[in-house]
Protein backbone atom coordinates (compact mmCIF):
# COMPACT_ATOMS: atom_id res chain seq x y z
CA UNK A 1 0.00 0.00 0.00
CA UNK A 2 1.59 3.15 -1.08
CA UNK A 3 1.41 6.57 1.11
CA UNK A 4 -1.49 8.07 -0.46
CA UNK A 5 -3.70 5.06 0.60
CA UNK A 6 -1.91 5.03 4.27
CA UNK A 7 -2.69 8.40 4.48
CA UNK A 8 -6.42 8.33 3.30
CA UNK A 9 -6.64 5.30 5.77
CA UNK A 10 -5.81 7.33 8.34
CA UNK A 11 -8.41 9.85 7.63
CA UNK A 12 -10.65 7.10 7.45
CA UNK A 13 -9.88 6.19 10.83
CA UNK A 14 -9.97 9.47 12.73
CA UNK A 15 -13.45 10.33 10.89
CA UNK A 16 -14.85 7.45 13.88
CA UNK A 17 -13.28 9.42 16.75
CA UNK A 18 -13.66 12.85 15.46
CA UNK A 19 -15.97 15.19 14.39
CA UNK A 20 -13.63 17.13 12.07
CA UNK A 21 -10.40 15.98 10.56
CA UNK A 22 -8.42 19.10 8.59
CA UNK A 23 -5.66 17.76 6.23
CA UNK A 24 -3.81 21.47 5.88
CA UNK A 25 -3.41 22.81 2.92
CA UNK A 26 -6.47 20.76 1.23
CA UNK A 27 -9.87 21.45 3.64
CA UNK A 28 -11.39 19.55 6.45
CA UNK A 29 -13.55 16.78 6.64
CA UNK A 30 -17.09 17.56 9.05
CA UNK A 31 -19.24 14.96 10.74
CA UNK A 32 -22.50 15.37 11.63
CA UNK A 33 -25.10 12.78 13.50
CA UNK A 34 -28.48 11.93 11.41
CA UNK A 35 -31.08 10.62 13.58
CA UNK A 36 -32.87 7.26 12.44
CA UNK A 37 -35.25 8.05 9.62
CA UNK A 38 -38.36 6.07 8.07
CA UNK A 39 -39.60 6.82 4.18
CA UNK A 40 -42.90 6.31 4.29
CA UNK A 41 -42.98 5.63 0.49
CA UNK A 42 -40.55 3.11 0.56
CA UNK A 43 -41.58 1.62 3.46
CA UNK A 44 -37.48 1.75 4.45
CA UNK A 45 -36.69 1.99 7.95
CA UNK A 46 -32.58 3.55 7.92
CA UNK A 47 -30.71 3.62 11.09
CA UNK A 48 -28.79 6.31 12.89
CA UNK A 49 -25.68 7.39 10.55
CA UNK A 50 -22.99 10.18 10.82
CA UNK A 51 -22.30 11.90 7.18
CA UNK A 52 -18.89 13.30 6.03
CA UNK A 53 -19.17 16.48 4.36
CA UNK A 54 -16.21 18.54 3.12
CA UNK A 55 -14.60 22.26 4.02
CA UNK A 56 -12.31 23.84 1.77
CA UNK A 57 -11.77 26.89 4.04
CA UNK A 58 -10.52 24.78 6.96
CA UNK A 59 -6.83 24.32 6.11
CA UNK A 60 -5.09 25.67 9.37
CA UNK A 61 -3.10 22.54 10.74
CA UNK A 62 -4.34 21.44 14.09
CA UNK A 63 -1.76 18.47 14.49
CA UNK A 64 -4.14 16.02 15.12
CA UNK A 65 -3.40 14.52 11.51
CA UNK A 66 0.07 15.21 11.56
CA UNK A 67 0.23 13.34 14.34
CA UNK A 68 -1.76 10.03 13.34
CA UNK A 69 0.91 10.09 10.56
CA UNK A 70 4.03 10.65 12.63
CA UNK A 71 2.54 7.24 14.90
CA UNK A 72 1.54 5.41 11.56
CA UNK A 73 4.86 5.65 9.61
CA UNK A 74 7.37 5.61 12.89
CA UNK A 75 8.98 9.26 12.23
CA UNK A 76 9.43 12.40 14.23
CA UNK A 77 6.88 15.23 14.05
CA UNK A 78 8.80 17.24 11.77
CA UNK A 79 8.82 14.49 8.77
CA UNK A 80 4.91 13.78 8.91
CA UNK A 81 4.62 17.21 8.30
CA UNK A 82 6.60 17.32 5.15
CA UNK A 83 4.76 14.42 4.05
CA UNK A 84 1.99 15.20 4.33
CA UNK A 85 2.11 18.73 2.80
CA UNK A 86 3.71 16.68 -0.66
CA UNK A 87 0.29 14.52 -0.05
CA UNK A 88 -1.90 17.79 -0.46
CA UNK A 89 0.38 18.88 -3.68
CA UNK A 90 -0.30 15.80 -4.96
CA UNK A 91 -3.80 15.61 -4.28
CA UNK A 92 -4.15 19.49 -5.44
CA UNK A 93 -2.50 18.60 -8.77
CA UNK A 94 -4.09 15.69 -9.44
CA UNK A 95 -7.43 17.83 -9.57
CA UNK A 96 -5.96 20.02 -11.57
CA UNK A 97 -4.75 17.31 -14.27
CA UNK A 98 -8.34 15.13 -14.55
CA UNK A 99 -10.57 17.18 -13.17
CA UNK A 100 -11.23 14.13 -10.29
CA UNK A 101 -10.31 12.58 -7.04
CA UNK A 102 -10.97 9.47 -5.07
CA UNK A 103 -10.28 9.22 -1.28
CA UNK A 104 -11.42 5.41 -1.16
CA UNK A 105 -14.35 4.87 1.13
CA UNK A 106 -14.80 8.09 2.14
CA UNK A 107 -16.07 9.80 -1.26
CA UNK A 108 -14.88 11.73 -4.20
CA UNK A 109 -13.51 14.75 -5.39
CA UNK A 110 -14.61 16.04 -8.69
CA UNK A 111 -13.97 20.11 -10.51
CA UNK A 112 -17.48 21.42 -11.77
CA UNK A 113 -17.56 23.12 -15.24
CA UNK A 114 -17.33 26.59 -12.93
CA UNK A 115 -14.07 25.79 -11.75
CA UNK A 116 -15.72 24.55 -8.31
CA UNK A 117 -14.31 22.03 -6.69
CA UNK A 118 -17.13 19.78 -5.26
CA UNK A 119 -17.25 16.63 -2.63
CA UNK A 120 -19.29 13.48 -2.94
CA UNK A 121 -19.49 11.33 0.38
CA UNK A 122 -19.22 7.83 -0.55
CA UNK A 123 -22.55 5.73 1.31
CA UNK A 124 -20.66 2.71 1.70
CA UNK A 125 -19.18 4.09 5.53
CA UNK A 126 -21.54 4.41 8.62
CA UNK A 127 -19.22 6.73 10.86
CA UNK A 128 -21.60 6.55 13.89
CA UNK A 129 -19.76 3.67 16.18
CA UNK A 130 -23.13 2.91 17.98
CA UNK A 131 -25.10 1.99 14.83
CA UNK A 132 -22.02 -0.63 13.41
CA UNK A 133 -23.86 -3.56 11.56
CA UNK A 134 -27.20 -2.38 11.72
CA UNK A 135 -28.42 -1.74 8.22
CA UNK A 136 -31.81 -0.35 6.41
CA UNK A 137 -34.68 -2.62 7.41
CA UNK A 138 -37.71 -2.91 4.26
CA UNK A 139 -41.22 -3.09 6.32
CA UNK A 140 -44.68 -4.35 5.23
CA UNK A 141 -47.72 -4.00 6.48
CA UNK A 142 -48.74 -7.46 8.88
CA UNK A 143 -52.37 -7.84 7.44
CA UNK A 144 -54.29 -10.07 10.37
CA UNK A 145 -54.92 -13.58 9.61
CA UNK A 146 -57.89 -15.52 8.67
CA UNK A 147 -59.50 -17.24 11.13
CA UNK A 148 -60.23 -21.10 9.60
CA UNK A 149 -63.28 -22.87 10.43
CA UNK A 150 -63.09 -25.75 13.18
CA UNK A 151 -63.64 -29.16 12.31
CA UNK A 152 -66.98 -29.39 14.15
CA UNK A 153 -68.78 -26.60 12.32
CA UNK A 154 -70.87 -27.65 9.59
CA UNK A 155 -71.48 -24.61 7.97
CA UNK A 156 -70.28 -23.93 4.11
CA UNK A 157 -67.76 -20.86 3.63
CA UNK A 158 -69.48 -19.17 0.40
CA UNK A 159 -65.30 -18.02 -0.32
CA UNK A 160 -64.49 -21.82 -0.10
CA UNK A 161 -62.48 -22.85 -3.54
CA UNK A 162 -63.49 -26.15 -4.78
CA UNK A 163 -60.84 -27.90 -7.19
CA UNK A 164 -63.18 -30.06 -8.82
CA UNK A 165 -64.93 -26.46 -10.33
CA UNK A 166 -63.41 -24.08 -12.79
CA UNK A 167 -65.71 -20.78 -13.53
CA UNK A 168 -67.52 -21.38 -16.91
CA UNK A 169 -66.99 -18.70 -19.49
CA UNK A 170 -70.16 -17.06 -20.22
CA UNK A 171 -70.26 -15.67 -24.11
CA UNK A 172 -69.81 -12.29 -22.71
CA UNK A 173 -66.64 -13.10 -21.35
CA UNK A 174 -65.39 -14.30 -24.17
CA UNK A 175 -66.44 -11.40 -26.30
CA UNK A 176 -64.58 -8.91 -23.50
CA UNK A 177 -61.33 -11.09 -24.10
CA UNK A 178 -61.44 -10.32 -27.94
CA UNK A 179 -62.04 -6.53 -27.31
CA UNK A 180 -59.43 -6.30 -24.83
CA UNK A 181 -56.94 -8.07 -27.44
CA UNK A 182 -58.37 -5.97 -30.63
CA UNK A 183 -57.73 -2.60 -28.18
CA UNK A 184 -54.38 -3.90 -27.56
CA UNK A 185 -53.42 -4.37 -31.25
CA UNK A 186 -55.41 -1.26 -32.29
CA UNK A 187 -52.98 1.10 -29.93
CA UNK A 188 -49.87 -0.85 -30.77
CA UNK A 189 -51.04 0.24 -34.13
CA UNK A 190 -51.81 3.83 -34.13
CA UNK A 191 -48.00 4.18 -32.11
CA UNK A 192 -46.33 2.27 -35.22
CA UNK A 193 -48.17 4.93 -37.81
CA UNK A 194 -47.14 8.04 -35.66
CA UNK A 195 -43.56 7.17 -35.26
CA UNK A 196 -43.47 6.41 -39.04
CA UNK A 197 -45.31 9.97 -39.82
CA UNK A 198 -42.97 11.77 -37.70
CA UNK A 199 -40.44 10.26 -39.24
CA UNK A 200 -41.82 11.23 -42.85
CA UNK A 201 -42.02 14.25 -41.62
CA UNK A 202 -38.58 14.92 -40.91
CA UNK A 203 -37.48 13.64 -43.87
CA UNK A 204 -39.44 15.87 -45.94
CA UNK A 205 -38.52 19.20 -44.06
CA UNK A 206 -34.99 18.63 -43.27
CA UNK A 207 -34.18 22.31 -42.82
CA UNK A 208 -36.97 22.20 -39.87
CA UNK A 209 -36.07 23.87 -36.40
CA UNK A 210 -35.87 20.29 -35.52
CA UNK A 211 -31.95 20.18 -35.70
CA UNK A 212 -30.80 17.85 -32.96
CA UNK A 213 -29.28 14.58 -33.12
CA UNK A 214 -31.66 12.12 -34.03
CA UNK A 215 -32.37 14.26 -37.36
CA UNK A 216 -29.01 14.30 -37.62
CA UNK A 217 -28.22 10.57 -37.42
CA UNK A 218 -31.35 9.45 -39.42
CA UNK A 219 -31.64 11.89 -42.48
CA UNK A 220 -27.27 12.90 -42.19
CA UNK A 221 -28.45 16.39 -42.79
CA UNK A 222 -26.30 19.60 -42.43
CA UNK A 223 -27.43 21.31 -39.55
CA UNK A 224 -25.73 24.84 -37.82
CA UNK A 225 -24.99 22.87 -34.88
CA UNK A 226 -26.19 19.14 -33.48
CA UNK A 227 -25.41 18.72 -29.60
CA UNK A 228 -26.80 16.41 -27.00
CA UNK A 229 -27.33 17.46 -23.46
CA UNK A 230 -25.23 16.55 -20.74
CA UNK A 231 -27.00 14.31 -17.82
CA UNK A 232 -26.90 16.34 -14.59
CA UNK A 233 -28.99 15.40 -12.08
CA UNK A 234 -30.62 18.65 -10.45
CA UNK A 235 -30.68 20.19 -13.93
CA UNK A 236 -34.28 20.30 -15.75
CA UNK A 237 -34.96 22.45 -19.08
CA UNK A 238 -38.59 23.49 -18.67
CA UNK A 239 -38.92 25.81 -21.96
CA UNK A 240 -37.64 25.31 -26.00
CA UNK A 241 -34.18 26.92 -26.52
CA UNK A 242 -33.98 29.04 -29.57
CA UNK A 243 -31.22 27.14 -31.28
CA UNK A 244 -30.85 29.47 -34.30
CA UNK A 245 -30.02 32.77 -32.13
CA UNK A 246 -26.81 31.37 -29.95
CA UNK A 247 -23.30 31.04 -30.48
CA UNK A 248 -21.79 28.01 -28.90
CA UNK A 249 -17.84 28.63 -28.41
CA UNK A 250 -16.29 25.06 -27.65
CA UNK A 251 -13.45 23.94 -25.60
CA UNK A 252 -10.89 21.28 -26.17
CA UNK A 253 -13.25 18.62 -25.17
CA UNK A 254 -16.04 19.71 -27.36
CA UNK A 255 -17.89 20.90 -24.63
CA UNK A 256 -20.54 24.19 -24.81
CA UNK A 257 -21.89 26.39 -22.13
CA UNK A 258 -25.34 28.11 -22.96
CA UNK A 259 -26.80 30.52 -20.46
CA UNK A 260 -30.84 29.72 -19.50
CA UNK A 261 -30.57 32.83 -16.75
CA UNK A 262 -27.73 35.13 -15.20
CA UNK A 263 -27.78 32.35 -12.09
CA UNK A 264 -28.49 28.91 -14.58
CA UNK A 265 -25.93 27.37 -17.21
CA UNK A 266 -26.81 24.18 -19.36
CA UNK A 267 -23.77 22.29 -20.54
CA UNK A 268 -23.44 20.61 -24.35
CA UNK A 269 -21.45 18.44 -26.34
CA UNK A 270 -21.32 19.75 -30.16
CA UNK A 271 -21.64 16.56 -31.91
CA UNK A 272 -21.98 18.19 -35.62
CA UNK A 273 -20.42 21.26 -37.36
CA UNK A 274 -20.90 23.51 -39.66
CA UNK A 275 -19.74 21.68 -43.63
CA UNK A 276 -20.49 25.16 -45.89
CA UNK A 277 -18.87 27.48 -43.35
CA UNK A 278 -16.30 30.20 -44.69
CA UNK A 279 -12.59 28.92 -44.88
CA UNK A 280 -10.35 31.26 -41.82
CA UNK A 281 -6.94 32.25 -42.89
CA UNK A 282 -3.92 30.47 -41.02
CA UNK A 283 -0.41 31.99 -40.72
CA UNK A 284 2.16 29.79 -42.32
CA UNK A 285 5.11 28.36 -40.74
CA UNK A 286 3.06 27.93 -37.35
CA UNK A 287 4.73 24.72 -36.77
CA UNK A 288 8.13 25.61 -36.76
CA UNK A 289 7.47 26.92 -33.45
CA UNK A 290 6.95 24.23 -30.52
CA UNK A 291 4.90 26.25 -27.95
CA UNK A 292 1.28 27.61 -29.44
CA UNK A 293 -1.71 29.74 -26.62
CA UNK A 294 -4.68 28.01 -27.21
CA UNK A 295 -8.33 30.08 -26.43
CA UNK A 296 -10.89 27.51 -27.64
CA UNK A 297 -12.48 25.60 -30.19
CA UNK A 298 -15.52 26.49 -32.04
CA UNK A 299 -18.05 24.69 -34.48
CA UNK A 300 -19.01 27.90 -35.94
CA UNK A 301 -16.37 29.57 -38.14
CA UNK A 302 -17.94 33.01 -37.60
CA UNK A 303 -17.28 33.06 -34.04
CA UNK A 304 -13.84 31.69 -34.62
CA UNK A 305 -13.35 34.79 -36.80
CA UNK A 306 -15.03 37.23 -34.70
CA UNK A 307 -12.47 36.31 -31.66
CA UNK A 308 -9.48 36.02 -33.74
CA UNK A 309 -10.45 39.62 -35.30
CA UNK A 310 -10.77 40.78 -30.94
CA UNK A 311 -7.66 39.03 -30.09
CA UNK A 312 -5.53 40.85 -33.00
CA UNK A 313 -7.47 44.33 -32.01
CA UNK A 314 -6.13 43.89 -28.60
CA UNK A 315 -2.50 43.68 -29.92
CA UNK A 316 -2.37 39.54 -30.14
CA UNK A 317 -0.91 37.95 -33.13
CA UNK A 318 -3.95 35.78 -33.44
CA UNK A 319 -4.66 32.60 -35.89
CA UNK A 320 -6.50 29.33 -36.57
CA UNK A 321 -4.10 26.18 -35.69
CA UNK A 322 -5.78 23.19 -37.24
CA UNK A 323 -8.68 21.06 -36.15
CA UNK A 324 -9.79 18.67 -32.82
CA UNK A 325 -10.65 15.12 -34.25
CA UNK A 326 -14.34 16.48 -33.57
CA UNK A 327 -13.66 18.89 -36.73
CA UNK A 328 -13.77 21.76 -34.32
CA UNK A 329 -11.98 25.26 -35.44
CA UNK A 330 -8.62 25.47 -33.03
CA UNK A 331 -8.01 29.10 -32.37
CA UNK A 332 -4.28 30.15 -31.37
CA UNK A 333 -3.34 33.41 -29.66
CA UNK A 334 0.29 33.30 -30.57
CA UNK A 335 3.04 30.41 -31.48
CA UNK A 336 6.39 30.61 -29.58
CA UNK A 337 10.10 28.68 -29.91
CA UNK A 338 9.80 28.12 -25.66
CA UNK A 339 7.74 27.66 -22.76
CA UNK A 340 8.94 30.79 -21.02
CA UNK A 341 8.05 32.80 -23.76
CA UNK A 342 4.99 31.13 -24.50
CA UNK A 343 3.72 31.54 -20.43
CA UNK A 344 4.57 35.22 -20.55
CA UNK A 345 1.89 36.19 -23.40
CA UNK A 346 -0.66 33.57 -21.67
CA UNK A 347 -0.77 35.85 -18.56
CA UNK A 348 -2.35 38.54 -20.86
CA UNK A 349 -4.22 36.17 -22.77
CA UNK A 350 -6.18 35.11 -19.56
CA UNK A 351 -7.57 39.02 -19.13
CA UNK A 352 -9.54 38.30 -22.58
CA UNK A 353 -9.76 33.99 -22.50
CA UNK A 354 -9.43 33.14 -18.96
CA UNK A 355 -9.86 29.04 -19.97
CA UNK A 356 -6.72 29.55 -22.49
CA UNK A 357 -4.15 27.18 -21.67
CA UNK A 358 -0.70 26.02 -23.80
CA UNK A 359 -0.27 23.45 -26.36
CA UNK A 360 3.07 21.85 -26.60
CA UNK A 361 3.43 20.74 -30.59
Same mark, same amino acid.
Given at each position: ???????VDSIN???????????????????????????????????? !????????????????????????????????????????????GLLKL?????????????????????????????????????????????????????????????????????????????????????????????????????????????????????????????????????????????????????????????????????????????????????? !??? !???????????????????????????????????????????????????????????????????????????????
Open positions: MNHFSKITLLYKHNCVIVPGFGGFLSHEKPAEFILNTQVLSPP !IKNVGFNINLKTDDGLLCTTIAEQFNEDYLQAKIRLSEFCNYCNKQQLSFGTIGNFYIDFEGNLNFEPSSQNNYLKSSFGLKPLFLKEITPLKKEPSENNNSINPNAHFKDRNPVETVEHNLLKQNTKRTKIGISLILFLFIMAAIVGLYFKPNADLTNLFTANVLSNNALSNFQQLNYSNLELKEILDLKSENYVADANNIAFYEISKTKKVAVRLSTLVSNAPK !IST !IKNINEKEFQIVVGCFGIAQNAERLISKLKTNGFNAFENGRTPKNLIIVSAGAFNSKEEAMLTLNQVKTICPNAWIKNK
